[in-house]
């Protein structure tokens, strides 16, 4: 049986080891949370990226791109993975939206144009607004204020059009046409890869933790994971249980996947302190994760360098180096 402690500890292994490449962190941990820019970048650094200004010069080259996929929220992705991931979901988020596209007026009618003026005017990398104007320009009729452009740029990303590039200016990003498939995708495949990559980036996981996480129904979810390695109680890993050592220790950015990770998020957030982390709103704060324990949360100060706030005593030399490394990191 796989202690509490054990369990999050192993599971802090799987999140945060190793280093790399945007490209190849944002693979390894099954896509990054991006509806945050500055939080996605934290997230690859908490999995080991060195400099910040690579997210950016990945993102020019089409190394990674983002797009709408787990549960419906924007991931950061490599290039290559999003045409498989996008026959996975595309559909699936489509139809979760489609009340809401109704109530902005976003009829099919407005859709079909839409898709059908995209490639005359996505030539180059645009902003929501420029992309919005240029398709208004051909007729399309959206309303250019309001949720409809995001709504919109949403739909067309599910029917695989579209995704978010660089940045066209300071914390705006850029749509560029969506990278072409490598061969027709399989759901199905995908949906065995995305388990794969997820049990190797998250485990020990269950059927249950995958189905919260991808937003994909258990039984599809149980069919993915068959034959993955289990480690027992229902619980699927491809590492080895870490050995004892010092704690690792993490400061994290807002809505990280440790945190967005699992069906039951009380192992590692002790419920007394669960609204200082989920603050209403959908909104997830940045956090200090010890061995797999949330024991705060922390925001940048005035002068660049992180101000923790632990829940309980602490002491400060627990996230010293860290919060050093985080200093350094955002410059």
């Known amino acids: 049986m796989i202690g509490e402690g054990e369990l999050l500890r192993w599971r802090m292994n799987s999140q945060f080891g190793g280093g790399g490449t945007v490209s190849g962190i944002a693979g390894r941990a099954a896509g990054i949370q991006a509806q945050d820019a500055s939080a996605a970048r934290l997230g690859l650094r908490a999995r080991g990226l060195a400099e910040a200004a690579a997210v950016e010069r990945a993102y020019a080259h089409g190394e990674v791109v983002a797009s709408w996929l787990m549960r419906g929220t924007l991931h950061l992705v490599p290039a290559a993975q999003l045409p498989p991931l996008i026959a996975l979901f595309g559909e699936r988020n489509i139809a979760a939206g489609a009340r809401r596209r109704r109530e902005l007026g976003l009829t099919e009618g407005?859709?079909?144009?839409a898709e059908g003026a995209l490639p005359e005017?996505?030539?180059?990398?645009?902003?929501?607004?420029?992309l919005v104007a240029r398709l208004n320009g051909r007729g399309v009729g959206v309303e250019p204020t309001g949720q409809a452009p995001a709504h919109l740029t949403a739909y067309l990303a599910g029917r695989g059009l579209l995704c978010r590039g660089a940045e066209v200016a300071p914390r705006e990003p850029g749509y560029v046409p969506l990278p072409a498939p490598d061969g027709e995708a399989d759901p199905e495949a995908a949906a065995a890869e995305l388990a794969a990559r997820y049990v190797a980036a998250f485990g020990p996981v269950s059927v249950a933790d995958f189905a919260a996480w991808s937003?994909?129904?258990?039984?599809?979810?149980?069919?993915?994971?068959?034959?993955?390695?289990?480690?027992?109680?229902?619980?699927?890993a491809t590492a080895g249980a870490p050995a004892a050592g010092e704690p690792l220790v993490r400061l994290l950015g807002a809505y990280d996947n440790f945190l967005l990770g699992y069906r039951d998020r009380s192992l590692m957030l002790d419920q007394r302190f669960a609204k200082r982390v989920n603050a209403g709103g959908g909104v997830v704060r940045p956090t200090l994760v010890v061995d797999g324990r949330v024991r705060g949360i922390w925001a940048r100060g005035k002068d660049g360098r992180p101000v923790v706030e632990p829940f309980e005593p602490l002491p400060e030399e627990v996230w010293e180096a860290e919060a050093r490394a985080v200093e350094e990191f955002l410059g």
């Open 110 to 113: 407005l859709l079909a144009r």
């Open 121 to 130: 005017v996505l030539t180059e990398p645009l902003s929501r607004a420029e």
């Open 215 to 236: 937003g994909l129904p258990q039984v599809l979810g149980k069919r993915a994971l068959a034959g993955l390695p289990e480690v027992g109680e229902g619980l699927y």
